[in-house]
């Protein structure tokens, strides 16, 4: 079975990994079950699709049992394969609700890491006590995400950290740069303010994004675009 299966089911469900492969009846947790009945107003017989995050996923049917909603397994557990060169984003911090909609789309877009960065330019920056904090909602955000677009591996999204230390490992967003390649799978857009000099030799090299000033939220979205491109 491909993937194509996931498109016509009612809705995708997350779940735990020992749950998925737990046996014919998938339980649900009440916040789950609820969202099932209540939110999405799922009927009886319908087919869901069910994923724990990590590249398997499953069908089930839902069987509606009073206000009791139970996911019975309908299909094998199917492995997704593991992209041998994940995607990796790394952008600045955008400014507001802007920053919820960049990890919104670049779930749907199907990149595998978004790596927040601190950079010289940067002006939003968090507190050090507010970090986890943040990193809950925005992972809340990209599951939410993920449930959409019938995602089954999970955004993984990582702490801010200083541009510096980590653009070696990075091609950046530059005007000037060359063209981004299919052999780019990592990639940095800095904050409006654009990179500072010391930012921009620390990294692996400078690709252009067009010939237009972007937002950071918008070029973020712009490289997972092409980079999902390149591998169709």
Same mark, same amino acid.
Do not use: N, Y
């Given at each position: 079975?491909?993937?194509?299966?996931?498109?016509?089911?009612? =809705?995708?469900?997350? $779940?735990?990994?020992?749950?998925?492969?737990?046996?014919? =009846?998938?339980?649900?947790?009440?916040?789950? !079950?609820?969202?099932?009945?209540?939110? %999405?107003?799922?009927?009886?017989?319908?087919?869901?699709?069910?994923?724990?995050?990590?590249?398997?996923?499953?069908?089930?049917?839902?069987? %509606?049992?009073?206000?009791? $909603?139970?996911?019975?397994?309908?299909?094998?557990?199917?492995?997704?394969?593991?992209?041998?060169?994940?995607?990796? $984003?790394?952008?600045?911090?955008?400014?507001?609700?802007?920053?919820?909609?960049?990890?919104?789309?670049?779930?749907?877009?199907?990149?595998?890491?978004?790596?927040?960065?601190?950079?010289?330019?940067?002006?939003?920056?968090?507190?050090?006590?507010?970090? !986890?904090?943040?990193?809950?909602?925005?992972?809340?955000?990209?599951?939410?995400? %993920?449930?959409?677009?019938?995602? $089954?591996?999970?955004?993984?999204?990582?702490?801010?950290?200083?541009?510096?230390?980590?653009?070696?490992?990075?091609?950046?967003? !530059?005007?000037?740069?060359?063209?981004?390649?299919?052999?780019?799978?990592?990639?940095?857009?800095?904050?409006?303010?654009?990179?500072?000099?010391?930012?921009?030799?620390?990294?692996?090299?400078?690709?252009?994004?067009?010939?237009?000033?972007?937002?950071?939220?918008?070029?973020?979205?712009?490289?997972?675009?092409?980079?999902?491109?390149?591998?169709?």
């Amino acid at each position: 079975m491909d993937r194509s299966a996931l498109r016509s089911t009612s =809705t995708h469900v997350l $779940v735990d990994p020992d749950v998925l492969a737990g046996g014919d =009846t998938i339980p649900l947790t009440d916040d789950v !079950e609820h969202h099932l009945r209540k939110v %999405l107003r799922l009927r009886d017989g319908d087919t869901v699709s069910v994923t724990d995050g990590a590249g398997r996923w499953r069908l089930a049917t839902a069987l %509606l049992r009073g206000p009791v $909603v139970e996911l019975e397994a309908s299909s094998e557990v199917i492995v997704q394969p593991v992209r041998l060169h994940p995607i990796t $984003v790394a952008a600045a911090i955008p400014k507001g609700d802007r920053l919820d909609w960049m990890v919104q789309k670049v779930t749907e877009l199907g990149v595998d890491r978004l790596v927040l960065l601190e950079t010289e330019r940067s002006v939003v920056r968090w507190k050090p006590e507010r970090v !986890e904090r943040q990193l809950l909602r925005l992972r809340r955000i990209a599951d939410e995400a %993920l449930r959409q677009s019938r995602r $089954v591996v999970r955004l993984a999204i990582e702490p801010p950290v200083p541009a510096v230390d980590v653009l070696a490992g990075f091609v950046v967003g !530059e005007p000037g740069g060359r063209p981004l390649a299919g052999s780019d799978r990592a990639v940095a857009v800095g904050p409006e303010g654009g990179w500072s000099p010391s930012e921009l030799e620390a990294a692996a090299d400078r690709v252009d994004l067009g010939p237009t000033i972007l937002r950071t939220e918008t070029a973020a979205v712009a490289i997972s675009a092409l980079c999902v491109a390149f591998e169709r």
